[in-house]
């Protein structure tokens, strides 16, 4: 008896990943900017989207898809807080990145047009990034949880004085007509997505540009960043990105996200990273992938 259930449980685990195999999720509704960054990253396989960034994690891990893309940072409002509070705890690796050009449009309703419009609802960050745009038009911004799940607002509602500002596929998605493109206040908005997966699948170490991702936690003592990160220095790697992760609970330690140009396991990268690890309490490379063709643009 306890054979077969083994053996059912065996089945079901392998069902489930054959299922998620060709899955890739993200946060937000469908026609979200993330939604995009699914599209021409993995145009073959199903997008679907989770509620939350916890979810989308959740799924990979559990394997009910095979890769999760998620926004770290934006050239405007920095970086995203939500995904930082979450890479400590989580147990996936990176496996790639993209960089994805923002443009904001206001949608309406089919028939409706600029004259009629009162409000323009979306995410706070998006408001924030057409705050001047806004005004120019006399809106009242309304802050909504996310871009594409406005623009489905206003596709179900009947008020033309409603208005959406979200991306060109949420028009197309919820049948809406685009009343005035690009509405961001600064040009090159541009957010960077990672790939996370549940399996380390890193570049080839001879690679010709490779971004290698980490997180690792300084001992509590006197310089203990500037004597953990002095071996990058003195190996020429150059450290593109330090942020901080506040540790659940904690304020004694310090735990920081990194990348670094170049492959975890190349010569100069080991030497950092043993000097790295001396120093810290804990170091976990998250992963070494190709550099999105962004990055030299």
């Known amino acids: 008896m306890t054979q077969d259930i083994r053996k059912k449980d065996a089945a079901k685990k392998d069902a489930a990943k054959k299922a998620g195999a060709k899955i890739i999720v993200f946060q937000g509704e469908k026609?979200?900017?993330?939604?995009?960054?699914?599209?021409?990253?993995?145009?073959?396989?199903?997008?679907?989207p989770c509620p939350t960034f916890e979810e989308a994690l959740e799924r990979v891990a559990e394997g009910r898809a095979a890769r999760a893309i998620l926004p770290i940072e934006n050239t405007i409002a920095g970086r995203v807080?939500?995904?930082?509070?979450?890479?400590?705890?989580?147990?996936?690796?990176?496996v790639g990145e993209h960089f994805l050009e923002i443009r904001h449009h206001l949608l309406a309703r089919r028939g409706a047009s600029l004259s009629d419009l009162r409000?323009?609802?979306?995410?706070?960050?998006?408001?924030g990034q057409c705050r001047r745009a806004i005004r120019r038009l006399g809106l009242t911004p309304v802050a909504e949880a996310d871009t594409a799940g406005a623009a489905r607002a206003i596709g179900?509602?009947?008020?033309?004085?409603?208005?959406?500002?979200a991306s060109s596929l949420a028009a197309e998605i919820y049948d809406l007509q685009i009343l005035k493109s690009d509405m961001e206040d600064v040009a090159r908005n541009t957010t960077r997505f990672l790939l996370f997966a549940k399996e380390r699948q890193d570049?080839?170490?001879?690679?010709p540009h490779v971004i290698t991702s980490l997180l690792f936690r300084v001992r509590n003592v006197p310089a203990a960043l500037y004597k953990a990160l002095g071996g990058f220095a003195t190996n020429g790697v150059n450290m593109t990105r330090l942020e901080s992760c506040q540790i659940a609970g904690e304020f004694a330690a310090a735990q920081f996200f990194a990348d670094i140009e170049g492959h975890a396991s190349s010569p100069a990268a080991r030497l950092a990273l043993e000097e790295l690890r001396f120093y810290s309490a804990d170091v976990r490379v998250l992963g070494s992938y190709a550099a999105d063709s962004f990055r030299r643009s």
């Open 31 to 48: 026609g979200a900017h993330s939604h995009m960054a699914c599209l021409r990253h993995f145009r073959e396989w199903e997008a679907l």
């Open 81 to 94: 807080a939500d995904l930082h509070h979450l890479l400590p705890e989580t147990k996936l690796f990176v």
């Open 119 to 127: 409000t323009a609802h979306s995410h706070a960050m998006a408001l």
């Open 156 to 165: 179900e509602g009947r008020e033309p004085s409603r208005a959406a500002i």
């Open 203 to 207: 570049a080839p170490l001879d690679a």
